[in-house]
Nanobody, 121 residues
Framework: QVQLVESGGGLVQAGGSLRLSCAAS????????MDWYRQAPGRQRDLVAT???????NYADSVKGRFTTSRDNAKNTVYLQMNSLKPEDTAVYYCSADIRKYRLSSWSRYWGQGTQVTVSS
């Protein structure tokens, strides 16, 4: 079975920083794109950042210039460095990835359980 486990969430004051990590484990042959989503109470889950297997990145307009995603392919881990945090960044952050379990298997999307980020004003 494949698992994605996030860590690094917490409570921080506005203007502060947090670094989220998401480690994929289990039966993994290869990982394609790795994404970060967030969901605030009463709102839909939104894409925050994407990083492809070769390191190309994309960000939501709301976080450009403040958030940076990176990955360590040897560790099957993706990171989200969040700087200059604002109260509106408060949400549960989820990582997600397209993973192939075996060489001939199809790609499947997996999700982590989420980690809470709370930014106080």
């Amino acid at each position: 079975q494949v698992q994605l486990v996030e860590s690094g969430g917490g409570l921080v004051q506005a203007g502060g920083s947090l670094r989220l990590s998401c480690a994929a484990s289990g039966s993994i042959f290869s990982i394609n794109a790795m994404d970060w989503y967030r969901q605030a109470p009463g709102r839909q889950r939104d894409l925050v950042a994407t990083i492809t297997s070769d390191g190309n990145t994309n960000y939501a307009d709301s976080v450009k210039g403040r958030f940076t995603t990176s990955r360590d392919n040897a560790k099957n881990t993706v990171y989200l460095q969040m700087n200059s945090l604002k109260p509106e960044d408060t949400a549960v952050y989820y990582c997600s990835a397209d993973i192939r379990k075996y060489r001939l298997s199809s790609w499947s999307r997996y999700w982590g359980q989420g980690t809470q980020v709370t930014v106080s004003s």
